[in-house]
């Protein structure tokens, strides 16, 4: 498998060709969109013992236009959902959110506690130490990195 690696170094922004399944082969690196968006930091928090559910965590700085993440998707999930965390009544509670603001140049951190993807119907490997993760802009840029799973055990 080609892995794309995620690097401070490099605006990671790739335009898919059909990516029904999340192959990062599918990535057709001739049609590189110079969107701005860089991915640094990433990682997968794997489920609990017992669990199917997972979290990503990432921060995204967009040197590029305006722009908005409105979804993400992974082949080891059936479903993932950006969450954030809010203060209901004096309790931190997570909800869904349909997107995340991402003005030109400022940095957005998904991290515990604060916006994250969540990951449900995870299936992991023991042996696997990262997964494909495709990220969808509302400008219709789509971008897929290879994220290592982190914190297992
Ligand atoms: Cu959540």
Redesign the pocket.
């Known amino acids: 498998m080609k892995h794309v690696l995620i690097s401070a170094l490099t605006a990671v922004s790739f335009a898919l060709t059909a990516c029904a399944d999340g192959d990062a082969e599918t990535i057709d690196a001739t049609e590189t969109v110079a969107s701005g968006l860089d991915i640094t930091n990433a990682y997968i928090a794997p489920p609990f013992k017992g669990r199917d559910v997972a979290?990503g965590f990432f921060t995204v700085t967009n040197n590029g236009t305006d722009d908005r993440l409105v979804s993400a998707a992974s082949p080891i999930a059936n479903s993932v959902?950006i969450?954030t965390h809010s203060e209901v009544d004096g309790v931190m509670a997570?909800r869904q959110v349909d997107g995340v603001d991402l003005p030109n140049g400022v940095a957005v951190e998904f991290r515990p506690g604060s916006y994250?993807l969540?990951m449900f119907g995870v299936e992991l490997a023991d042996d696997v130490t990262e997964a494909p993760l495709t990220l969808t802009y509302e400008s219709g840029e789509e971008m897929t990195l290879s994220v290592p799973i982190e914190g297992r055990g």
């Open positions: 979290a959902e969450h997570m994250h969540m």
